[in-house]
C-alpha cells in the first residue's frame, strides 16, 4: 500500500509539470504573435508616392501588390483595415477572380501609377489584333450589358502573352471568362485574359511582359474565338484602350490617375428620352387617321402592335404608338 502512494504522488506531479510548461509555451507563442511587425498607415506616411513603396518590392515579395495601400488626394498615405503578412498573402492565393469586393465608386481613389518602372520595364501587347468590341456597356436587345474589357480579334490556337511583368495570380476554368489567367503586377494592378482553349501558365510562376501565358479559345460565355482583355485596379476594370495599344507594342501614357475619370466608362448609359407612348382608340377612329395624329406610319404601327391593317379597330383598346 505505501508503494502505491508513492507512485500516485510522482505521477500527480508529473502531469502537473506538464501543465505548467504547456500553459507558459501557450503564453509565450501568444506574446510573440501579438508583436509580430505589422504595416501600418503610421511607418509609411514618410513616403508620398506609391510607386516607390511598390517598386521596392521584388517580383514574388510578400510585399507584392497587395493594393491596399494608395495615395490620396492629400499626398498622406492610408490604407485597408487589415495590412498585416497574412491579408497579403490571401489576395495573392484566392481563388476568385475579384477578392477585392470593390466597385469603381468605393475604389480608393488617389493613387498615381506608373506603368513603366524598374520592376516593371516593358509593354507587350497580348496580341497585335484589332478590337472586335470595346469596352463599356453596350446594347443587348432592349437592355444595356456591361463589357468590363476589350475583345482581340485573335485567331483560335494562336498565342496570347503577358502585357507586363509580374505574379500570375489566377489560372483556371471560371463560367463566366472560360479558362482564364489573371497576373499581378508590381505597379498594384492586374491584367486579365480570358477564354482560352488551353492554359499555359500556373497560379505562384513570375512572368516576363511578352510571355505566353495562353492559347486564344471559345470557352465560357464566349460566341466565337477571340482573346478578352482587361487592366484592373483592386479588381476593378477600367477601359484598356486609354493607356494601351494593341496592334503594337506601345503605351499610350506612362502614368494613370486612380479618380472618377478613369472608371467613367463603367457608369451604364442615361436611360432613353422617349418612353412607350399608348393610345386609347375612340370610336370612329382608324390607324390613319392614329397614324397622322403621332406622324408615323401605318406599317409602322401593324409592325409594332403585331397586328394588320384588316384588324377591327376596337374602342378601348389600346395601341402602342412608340
Not at 485597408?80 to 489576395?91: A, F, G, K, M, V
Amino acid at each position: 500500500m505505501k508503494h502505491f502512494w508513492v507512485v500516485l504522488f510522482f505521477v500527480i506531479s508529473f502531469f502537473s509539470q506538464a501543465q505548467v510548461v504547456d500553459t507558459t509555451f501557450a503564453v509565450t507563442r501568444e506574446d510573440s504573435l501579438l508583436n509580430d511587425p505589422i504595416m501600418t498607415s503610421d511607418s509609411l506616411v514618410a513616403n508620398s508616392n506609391t510607386d516607390v513603396l511598390l517598386s521596392d518590392c521584388a517580383i514574388g515579395d510578400s510585399c507584392l501588390p497587395d493594393i491596399v495601400v494608395f495615395e490620396n488626394s492629400g499626398n498622406t498615405l492610408v490604407s485597408t483595415p487589415s495590412l498585416s503578412e497574412n491579408s497579403i498573402e490571401d489576395y495573392m492565393n484566392a481563388g476568385e477572380v475579384n477578392p477585392y469586393k470593390f466597385n469603381a465608386t468605393t475604389v480608393p481613389k488617389g493613387a498615381v501609377i506608373n506603368l513603366l518602372d524598374s520592376g516593371m520595364p516593358n509593354y507587350y501587347t497580348p496580341c497585335q489584333c484589332t478590337v472586335n468590341s470595346p469596352f463599356g456597356y453596350r446594347r443587348w436587345g432592349r437592355y444595356y450589358q456591361f463589357h468590363p474589357g476589350i475583345d482581340l480579334n485573335l485567331g483560335y490556337g494562336q498565342p496570347a502573352h503577358a502585357a507586363f511583368d509580374g505574379v500570375v495570380r489566377f489560372s483556371k476554368m471560371t463560367p463566366g471568362y472560360g479558362n482564364c489567367v489573371i497576373i499581378r503586377h508590381p505597379n498594384g494592378l492586374e491584367t486579365l485574359y480570358g477564354h482560352f482553349s488551353s492554359l499555359n501558365v500556373v497560379p505562384g510562376q513570375t512572368v516576363k511582359a511578352g510571355d505566353v501565358v495562353g492559347f486564344c479559345g471559345n470557352t465560357g460565355y464566349s460566341f466565337g474565338a477571340h482573346l478578352h482583355f482587361e487592366i484592373r485596379y483592386m479588381g476593378v476594370p477600367f477601359d484598356p484602350s486609354q493607356v494601351v495599344y494593341t496592334q503594337q507594342d506601345s503605351l499610350k501614357k506612362l502614368t494613370i490617375s486612380i479618380d472618377n475619370a478613369l472608371f467613367k466608362s463603367n457608369t451604364p448609359p442615361p436611360p432613353s428620352k422617349y418612353k412607350y407612348v399608348y393610345h386609347v382608340i375612340k370610336k370612329g377612329e382608324s390607324l390613319s387617321v392614329i397614324a397622322r395624329k403621332y406622324r408615323v406610319s401605318v406599317a409602322y404601327l401593324c409592325k409594332l402592335n403585331r397586328i394588320s391593317t384588316k384588324t377591327i379597330l376596337r374602342p378601348g383598346r389600346t395601341l402602342r404608338i412608340r
